[in-house]
Structures are given as structure tokens and as C-alpha cells.
């Protein structure tokens, strides 16, 4: 397999956003099958990949034999019926996140995915953030000594407009839980490890957006224990009004150990506050350059507005582990995990408990 064939299915934002400048950044790749529900969007991606394989159903691109990995980017119900379809025809798979709807089905994906042999990767895109990638680095060689706290605050103003989808909590799962918290509660894993237990609550506060119904939450907040012993404080909010939308509003993540605490911004993608035990407060640490692209991408990092180019690595890794015949840095284990904290916060804010999670 020299040039790898690409299904895509789903041709909306993200796709055009994301996934098909970083396949453009890939050697030998081509985009041969597209599919959408929507004709106008799907003609949209046809003109714009010159793919030949053009669809409306997804079963279609999957079946094929000359498309050798897929990239899933539709509403939230839909990954775990394709994914499934994609990995029993043996597609290398990138799913958006959230994974699923629920646990058992995220599970489900990742058994399956494992038991194809194939490649599988959550698109939790914020980890290819330059400064986040530094951050890792950091906690993993000792600098941060034992793991305190883990804060994070993703504070956006969407107002009350309609979010199609999203506001349907049959097709999205969650509003702002699974949208904007399921990568911090990725990064939260990946700095901290695995939480042991959490006691959480979500607020719906527009019940209207855009004259429609929205059953989903604008706001959750999560309060955790790790298996580490550290504490964990999440907050997501589509409703901080004035705060601005995507990476131009806050997202912050703090952490805080025995021996030092770094501050990470996405909208700093280069640079890191950092602060030792006993110092005088947060100063600016620049991230190294080798780490301003992620390993194995050619991709000029001077090139494009850095806030939107890191998301090109994402498509870039899941292609040079499918090329190495390795696992992707993010696996449908790691979605599947942020899905069993998503699954507990919603029952602990149901039940008004703490809720431990199973392994
Ligand atoms: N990783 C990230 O940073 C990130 C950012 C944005 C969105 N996402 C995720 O990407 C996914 C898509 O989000 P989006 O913003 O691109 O949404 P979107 O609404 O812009 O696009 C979704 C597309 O899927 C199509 N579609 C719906 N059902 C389909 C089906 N059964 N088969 C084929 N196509 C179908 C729709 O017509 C639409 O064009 C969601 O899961 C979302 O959570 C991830």
C-alpha cells in the first residue's frame, strides 16, 4: 500500500476545518470516497477533493476495498454505528470526539477496533497543542514533583443561538459535557492519570436557542479525585458572555504539584506560565522548538496562523501510525475513558452523588 486512500464521512465544519488541510500536509495520501447526508454539502467536498467515490451512505465507502482508512466527523450517534461498520471491513479509523453516547458503545469501538487490528484514533485535537505537548513533557520528566490539583475553565459566549445538532441531546448525547469538556477531561488523563471518582452538575439555562428546543447543558462543572490522590476541578461554559467563541476565549488549564505549577492557555500556543515551590509567582517559559510540530510531521510550523495549524498534526499522526504500523497517540481507549467520566457526570448530576468510576 503505497498511497493511502481516504473515506471521508461527514463533510461539515470540522472536516473542512481540520481534516483535509492536514490530510493535504500527508505524502502518498488521497482522498477517494466522500460522504454526507447533506447533497449541497457533499457537492461542496466533491468540487473541493476531487474525490471519485461520492456517496450519501456511508456503508458504501466502507465496503470498498480501495479505501483503506476513514475519518468520521457526523453528529455524535452516528461514530459508533459507522466506526463498527468501518473496523468490521477492516478501515483504519479516526472518530471525532465524543466517541459515543455512552460508555458501553465507546467501549464496544475500542474491543472492536482492537480485535480488527486496525488503527484507531479519538480526534482529541487540543493534544497537539505545542504548549500542551510541553506541558506533558514537563510532568512526565518529575518537574511538577506529586500531582496536586488539575484546574481547567473553557469559558465561550455562544448566546442563545440554534447549534442544529448539538442542541439535540438524541443526536449530540451532551451539549457542553461532550463538546467542549471531553478534551479536558482528556487532558486531564493525560497529565494526571485516571480519576477515581467525581461529583459533577450540569445546567441547561437556554431551553429555546434559535426558536428550537435545546434538551442539552450549556454549563457543567466537575469536582474529582485521581487515583494519584490529586484533586480536579473542570468547568465548561457556553453561556460567559462577552468571552468570545472557539480559541479566541479562555481555555485554561492550571497544575499544581509538590514541586512547581504551570498555567497552559491554547490560546498560547507557544509558552506556558510557570512558578516553583516558593517562587514569587507564574512566569512565562517558552515551549522549545521541538516541540512546535509533532513528531513525525513535516509540516513548517511558521507556515499559517499557529492556533489553527497544530490541528493539522492530528491527521498527520493517525497517517504515520496506520505508514508504521503502530498504535495512534490517542486510541478509542482514550476516548472511551473520557466517556466513562462524561457517563458519571451526568448520573452524578442526576442523583445529586459522588459517583466512583469503575476501571
Ligand atoms: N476535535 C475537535 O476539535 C472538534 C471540533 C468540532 C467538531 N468536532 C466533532 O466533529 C463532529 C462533527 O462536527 P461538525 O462541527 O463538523 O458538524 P457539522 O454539522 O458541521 O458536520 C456534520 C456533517 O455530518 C453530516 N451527516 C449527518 N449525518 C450523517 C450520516 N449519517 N452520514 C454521513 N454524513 C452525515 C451532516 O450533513 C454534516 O454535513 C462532531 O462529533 C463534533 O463533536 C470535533
Known amino acids: 500500500m503505497s498511497t493511502l486512500n481516504f473515506g471521508l464521512i461527514g463533510c461539515g465544519g470540522i472536516t473542512l476545518q481540520n481534516h483535509l488541510p492536514g490530510l493535504a500536509l500527508c505524502g ?8 454526507d447526508a447533506n447533497p449541497e454539502t457533499l457537492e461542496r467536498a ?30 455524535n450517534v452516528t461514530h459508533p454505528p459507522i466506526a463498527l461498520e468501518a473496523v468490521a471491513h477492516g478501515k483504519h479509523v479516526m472518530c471525532e470526539k465524543p466517541l459515543a453516547l455512552n460508555r458501553a458503545d465507546a467501549d464496544r469501538m475500542a474491543a ?19 504548549a ?3 506541558l506533558h513533557h ?15 475553565c473553557r469559558l465561550q459566549d455562544w448566546g442563545t443561538r440554534n447549534l442544529g445538532w448539538r442542541q439535540q441531546r438524541s443526536m449530540a448525547g451532551t451539549g457542553e459535557l461532550g463538546d467542549m469538556l471531553s478534551h479536558r477531561i482528556d487532558f486531564a488523563h493525560h497529565l494526571v492519570g485516571p480519576m477515581r471518582r467525581l461529583v459533577a452538575n450540569v445546567k441547561n439555562l437556554t431551553p429555546i436557542r434559535g426558536g428550537q428546543p435545546n434538551d442539552t447543558d450549556d454549563w457543567v462543572a466537575i469536582l474529582s479525585e485521581f487515583d494519584c490522590g490529586a484533586s480536579g ?16 476565549s479562555l481555555d485554561y488549564v492550571e497544575i499544581n504539584g509538590s514541586e512547581a505549577s504551570f498555567e497552559f492557555s491554547t490560546g498560547r500556543w507557544n509558552e506556558l506560565l510557570a ?34 495549524a ?44 459522588w459517583v466512583d468510576l469503575a476501571d
Open 28 to 35: 502518498d495520501v488521497r482522498v477517494h470516497g466522500i460522504c
Open 46 to 75: 466533491r468540487q473541493q477533493t476531487g474525490a471519485t467515490v461520492v456517496t450519501t451512505d456511508y456503508r458504501e465507502i466502507v465496503r470498498r476495498e480501495d479505501i483503506h482508512a476513514v475519518i468520521i466527523a457526523t453528529p
Open 112 to 130: 472492536a477496533a482492537a480485535a480488527a487490528g486496525v488503527r484507531h484514533m479519538t480526534a482529541f485535537t487540543y493534544r497537539f497543542v505545542p
Open 132 to 134: 500542551m505537548r510541553y
Open 138 to 152: 514537563l510532568v512526565k520528566s518529575g518537574d511538577l514533583g506529586r500531582p496536586y490539583h488539575y484546574r481547567s
Open 233 to 248: 476541578v473542570l468547568e465548561s461554559s457556553k453561556l460567559a458572555s462577552g468571552r468570545n467563541e472557539s480559541w479566541r
Open 275 to 308: 512558578g516553583r515551590l516558593g517562587g514569587s509567582g507564574l512566569q512565562p517559559l517558552s515551549v522549545p522548538s521541538e516541540f512546535w510540530t509533532w513528531p513525525g510531521s513535516m509540516r513548517d510550523p511558521a507556515v499559517g496562523d499557529p492556533l489553527v
Open 310 to 353: 497544530f490541528r493539522y498534526d492530528q491527521a498527520i499522526e493517525f497517517v504515520n501510525a496506520i505508514r508504521e504500523q503502530r498504535e495512534c497517540a490517542i486510541t478509542f481507549r482514550d476516548g472511551a475513558r473520557a466517556q466513562a467520566v462524561m457517563d458519571a457526570a451526568v448520573d452524578s448530576a442526576s442523583t445529586r452523588k
